[in-house]
């Protein structure tokens, strides 16, 4: 991917921001940012701007507590040991003055006292909270409409993967969201399609084409280049799929599918200048010899469809011989990093779907049928049972516009089924209908002891049981019915599940996830995960 700011112009960014902020603001951070995985990275980015500041980051006694009461709690051994390593570097913080515990044993519970805070010395300090709560950010934040004579204004930040601080984005799975403002995509604006409310009027009538070119054949650019359609790929139900003479293939759509809409949709997705390594999006509109429009050109693809490789245990085994857990983990950041991208520029891929999804290695991977993707008001035309929301299952998917929200259930579900190969996140024991159970979000895998008993048998358990805590909570969260990003407007989105894989990926890196448990590095362990006590 290609970006206007370098990796370091925006790590110093960050590093200015914080510095401003060590600088010149009281800091406040909340239990919730202390658990982050993240906040070890920032403890050493903050530390020395304290030194030299000769400032405190402030936390309530109230937030030591909640950390005692996780650190005790036995149904959760994996969180409440979490905590205790947060307490001693607590410990150690306060001790050499970096950290300030402020408050009272038995305060109100922290977010009132926050609030209570807030409202009182923002009359006289600048002030910042630091947490990962995005119903206290907006709270706080609120702060800022009331009209205090003299009162200066708060900010509320939370920490991201790399350490630093990052705004939060309120608008996420909103349909009229400008992700053109929000900070740090460092997208153009000629690369961003509009956020539409209404599928396009235009319909699906055929278009005259008096020819469908095929193998030794030529077809025309815009421009009048020809091209010569070489050896068949690939067929669909769509249309067929050619080497050219060129390094691009090219998409030819049969006749009963070449439709005004879609013609329309192609030079649509053209007028933007799209390039994402793996991500097979149209180049070029394809015509015959009488210049009416037969298909597009796109880059070539290469790898195993995640469905006959990944998600089939001995065809991964076979595909992938040397694989480890590491290896799906970097596979899932290299397929959220290209999503990533698409989001970024408003693309809603809708039928995200494994058929669609090609694998070299964890770090090549290819996204094909990327013309079947939601671009402003043209909806996504079809969708796979597995990966569609609860709240738009059952639905016509050529008749409305998919949200983020929407889309984010289909990413957590994709993850999901490479983590647990192959395995739909609410199978269950005892059968029932698919469908109904994503509906009534009745999801069978275990959080400490809040589980519906119905786990599938077989490996699954065992590879639940060697995920990262925050991995299983955030599925877990996602997946079961009043979970706290179980709704379309909560979910995680594409840079919430980035950070989570990344710190896997550093956990598995440093060799600290296998200290615990060497079978926690397998791909398919064969007993549970050893609890340390």
Request: hydrophobic letters at 35%; aromatic letters at 12%.
């Amino acid at each position: 991917m290609a970006y206007d700011i370098s990796q370091d112009s925006k790590e110093n960014y960050a590093r200015n921001k914080l510095d401003s902020y060590a600088k010149d603001w009281k800091i406040f951070i909340d239990t919730c940012s202390i658990l982050h995985f993240a906040a070890g990275k920032f403890w050493v980015n903050i530390i020395p701007l304290l030194q030299r500041y000769q400032n405190r980051v402030i936390i309530p006694q109230r937030s030591i507590e909640e950390l005692q009461k996780i650190g005790n709690n036995k149904s959760k051994p994996e969180l409440a040991n979490k905590a205790k390593d947060c307490l001693k570097v607590l410990t150690w913080l306060i001790g050499k003055n970096f950290v300030e515990r402020r408050g009272e044993k038995n305060d109100s519970f922290v977010d009132n006292l926050f609030q209570v805070v807030f409202t009182k010395f923002r009359m006289t300090h600048k002030l910042l909270l630091i947490t990962q709560d995005g119903d206290l950010a907006k709270d706080i934040l609120a702060l800022n409409s009331t009209r205090s004579v003299n009162a200066n204004s708060v900010a509320v930040k939370r920490i991201n993967q790399y350490g630093f601080l990052s705004n939060f984005n309120f608008n996420i799975g909103n349909t009229n969201n400008d992700r053109t403002k929000q900070q740090g995509n460092n997208v153009k604006e000629n690369e961003v399609f509009r956020i539409c409310k209404t599928v396009t009027s235009l319909t699906d009538s055929r278009l005259k084409v008096t020819h469908i070119p095929t193998e030794n054949e030529i077809v025309y650019t815009a421009l009048r280049k020809g091209i010569k359609l070489k050896s068949k790929v690939a067929a669909g139900g769509e249309g067929i799929i050619y080497t050219t003479n060129t390094p691009y293939v090219a998409k030819i759509y049969k006749k009963e599918n070449n439709t005004r809409r879609r013609y329309e949709k192609i030079k649509l997705m053209l007028s933007k200048n799209l390039k994402c390594e793996g991500v097979c999006y149209p180049v070029s509109a394809l015509y015959n010899s009488q210049q009416e429009f037969v298909g597009y050109m796109m880059p070539q693809a290469k790898g195993k469809e995640l469905q006959k490789s990944i998600f089939i245990k001995q065809l991964f085994l076979k595909n992938f011989p040397r694989w480890k857990k590491r290896d799906t983990v970097e596979l899932c950041i290299t397929i959220l990093e290209k999503i990533k991208y698409l989001h970024d520029r408003n693309i809603v891929m809708g039928d995200i779907n494994p058929a669609n999804i090609l694998v070299v290695s964890p770090k090549e991977v290819y996204f094909v049928d990327t013309d079947s993707y939601q671009v402003e008001d043209f909806p996504c035309p079809v969708g796979t049972n597995n990966y569609t929301a609860p709240e738009i299952q059952r639905k016509h998917f050529s008749d409305f516009l998919r949200t983020m929200g929407n889309e984010n259930f289909a990413v957590a579900t994709l993850l999901f089924m490479i983590m647990l190969p192959g395995k739909p996140p609410y199978s269950q024991q005892g059968g029932e209908d698919p469908i109904n159970n994503i509906i009534r979000m009745d999801f069978s895998y275990p959080l400490g002891d809040s589980s519906n008993k119905k786990t599938p048998d077989g490996p699954w358990r065992y590879i639940w049981s060697h995920l990262t805590y925050d991995l299983k909570n955030a599925f877990y969260n996602t997946f079961r019915q009043g979970g706290e990003y179980s709704t379309e407007s909560k979910r995680l989105t594409v840079n919430d599940w980035l950070s989570l894989f990344s710190y896997y990926l550093d956990l598995l890196d440093s060799g600290k996830f296998g200290e615990q448990d060497k079978m926690s590095e397998e791909l398919f362990p064969t007993r549970y995960k050893k609890i340390q006590r």
